[in-house]
């Protein structure tokens, strides 16, 4: 999910960042509901920091603002996993509720807490069931028009990359490689887009021998097995 | 003994009847006669053996004495000892014999003499048991007789024989077959030998791209030869008629498509005019047997895209020989398919009636008599779109006084039938031009296209390529066809300079003033696009978007029904379903569409597992 708003420098306002360094949560019986207020408050102030002001939302430059604050490069698939922590339902936005309730979650409401959540935040991602709905999720991310459906093969390869590409590093550089060959697809749909997980997740990688094409598999991953079997040969 | 037993008979009747443990002297007799047989065995044997040597000499076709034969046997059976000592021995030594028989006729002789020969022993073996053999006997030595001289070949007869009896149209040899084999159980092995030479007879007919052109013929005449065959050499068993059915289905979908592509052709050159010779009873019975052919057809669709597109030229060319014969077709379609196949070309010959009658009333008209140029007669098929085979426009510019006569006959059937939207076919039209050339009147017969082409030369002496081609605005290959119809034909209405087969750019035409020809009326035949490939290819094409449909149809009502289903079962089922052969790939493809669309998902669970979502 490349996003190709130019950066523009906005430099995080020193006041989020020094609230956010004199402040810790104080748990204690009494300070308990100020204290959650209070987080909220923190947690607001540091959307507020990115949000741009005429939208009430945080937007891609916002974004990538944010990235260059937590060090991380805005492609990063770590970015990836915070919108999906955070629900986001557009992409390179966050609105303020997502921001809210994702942060809670991540038990975050500074800027540094929220860089170190990150490779928890991973650990969390990479667990099975979580994966499988993020790995959903990336790819419902990339469908940015109304009524859109389908992603683009283009789109489809970077996401592979950056979602699959440490785990099965082969596999995704196969199935890109025929997806830049091949001239059936143009698009390609969710259906098709989980069972390549499938494939990743179950097909012993690369003999292909457990791979049954009188099975459910999606016809655009039989001809893959067609067309890697007949490149063998 | 009849006769110690005659002049003992008062004895007989009246002591030996009293006494209870006296037998009668005729049991005495035989009692005595048996004790002193087997007193000697070697008498026994001999006789035994001295029976069986003038058998097989019999069998040998040498004459014996068979009242000889005939006492000795009964004398054995009432001595009792007619199982045992002689009917035992009997059966082996024939089995023996007929087993060498079997062995040295099946090698020197050729399956129908064998065949023959088998019928006359079993014949010879029957009318021994009547003759002087015990009745009991019969079934066994039968039964051996066949069991050597049939059980054991049967295979070797089918092998060597049946291809040649089948080839050579031998109904008499294979009724003989059947009769045996049936005595021997041995149908089934027939049947399967008719089976696959049906389907290797048919497979040369079929797959033969050369001969595409007689396939149907052929077919036709290899189906009436194995019903005849049926009829007289099977007696019309059920099972073999199943058998010749199953493999005519497998053989005739052995090349997808083609097949019904051809019967469709078949049947248009049968449909249309100008195939004189033959008396519509006989043009009934082709139409039967095609439609028997028709039946085993799996790809129906194909069968009917082609069949229209057909129909649809026959109709508005007008070259159809009956109408009667046409819509007979139709009822038989109707019947085999039912109204949902024949629904659109019903739809076809009622335009055609329409259309007479519009073309009546517009005549008839108050325009048409008030506004329309004189001199023009124009009659209109007003077709309904989607009855019809789609054609691609062709764009002309049509002279003025056609020009006039579209509008006003437009603006006639829109007042009549407010709503519609008419479009021209020019690429359809044909007209009847008149023509005075300085040797004589005629009247040209030509396509819409070829008299546009020629009323340009009513105010042109000499035209060149380019000219025609800016005046007409007709397309330019199909200008070029149209100017090679009229000047490079049969009849040369024009003349092109310089001469030549094709039509070239900087070509030129003029009017051709020396045209003779014996008739007045001249038919200018159009080059016709010759079935082009492209043509082909696309209504196989629109055959294939119809059938997603009807793929998609299925998937959707079997998983209505079922819920929830597993992909195997789901493409088995799906198989079953459908007529039309299809890949696995095509109904993954209709499944993936599906899912996309979603009326159906995959199993969260099960990936092998479809849901159906209401």
Redesign the interface.
Known sequence: MPRTSKRKAAPPSSASVKSSDSLSVRPGKAGAVKAVTKEVDRIDQLFDSYANKDLGLIDPEGVETLCSDMGVQHTDVRILMLAWKLKAKKQGYFSKDEWRTGLKALKVDNLEKLKKALPTLETEVMTPPNFEDFYAYAFKYCLTEEMQ?CVDVETICELLNLVLGSQFCAQVDSITEYLKFQSDYRVL?M??W??FY?FCHEISFPDLHNYD????W??IL?SFVEWLREKRK | MLLIRGIALYLDRTYVKQAPNVRSLWDMGLQLFRKHLSLSPEVEHKTVTGLLRMIQSERLGEAVDRTLLNHLLKMFTALGIYAESFEKPFLECTSEFYAAEGMKFMQQSDVPDYLKHVETRLHEEHERCVLYLDACTRKPLIATAEKQLLERHISAILDKGFMMLMDGHRIEDLQRMYTLFSRVNALESLRQALSSYIRRTGQGIVMDEEKDKDMVSSLLEFKASLDTIWEESYSKNDAFCNTIKDAFEHLINLRQNRPAELIAKFLDEKLRAGNKGTSEEELEGTLDKVLVLFRFIQGKDVFEAFYKKDLAKRLLLGKSASIDAEKSMISKLKTECGSQFTNKLEGMFKDIELSKEINESFKQSSQARTKLPSGIELSVHVLTTGYWPTYPPMDVRLPHELNVYQDIFKEFYLSKYSGRRLMWQNSLGHCVLKAEFPKGKKELAVSLFQTVVLMLFNDAERLSFQDIKDSTGIEDKELRRTLQSLACGKVRVLQKMPKGRDVEDDDSFVFNDVFTAPLYRIKVNAIQMKETVEENTSTTERVFQDRQYQVDAAIVRIMKTRKVL???LL?TELFQQLKFPIK??DL??R??SL??REYLE?DKNN????NYLA
């Open positions: 459906k749909t259906d098709q989980v069972n499938r094409s009188d099975q459910a999606p016809l039989d | 597993s992909h195997t493409i696995p790939a993954k493809k499944i993936e899912i996309d995959r990936p092998q597992i479809y």
